[in-house]
């Protein structure tokens, strides 16, 4: 696992929880905060945003990716991420946010958030082996 600095991963923390202040989540009042940071020290965060639809919904964590890629592109690595609610409860990034975020997140990125008995940090590799990777230019085989 990638060495982050403590004081760093408090300040990642930090602005996960900060983050899930805004979720829209009025249907699972779940109020989910990611916070990512990248191999040249930015930071961006992200809040899930509810829809009545409820299929519509959208994580926190992919929230925050999107939004660090529309604004700058995708040429840096993610080495850390912290996610934080707002209910005191455990909460991992799903399964589908992992598999988005494979694609840029360095595998030894160190991944943060409150397990079933307190904080939890693991590498990216760690939680999430074995993610669906293609490379098209190969096509199917
Ligand atoms: N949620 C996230 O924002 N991130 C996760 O990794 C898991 C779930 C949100 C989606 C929904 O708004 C609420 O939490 C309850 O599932």
Redesign the pocket.
Known sequence: MREIDSATLDRLRQAASLAAAH???P??K?????ALLFEDGALFT?????NVSYGL???????ALFRAISERGAGRKIVAIA?A?RNGAA????G??RQVLSEFVSPDAVVCFPGEHGEETRSFAEIFPYGFRFEPEKGAR
């Open positions: 979720a829209y989540a249907y699972s779940f109020y989910v905060g990611a992200g809040c899930n945003v509810e919904t959208s994580c926190a964590e992919r929230n996610v609610n909460g991992s990034p799903c589908a946010c």
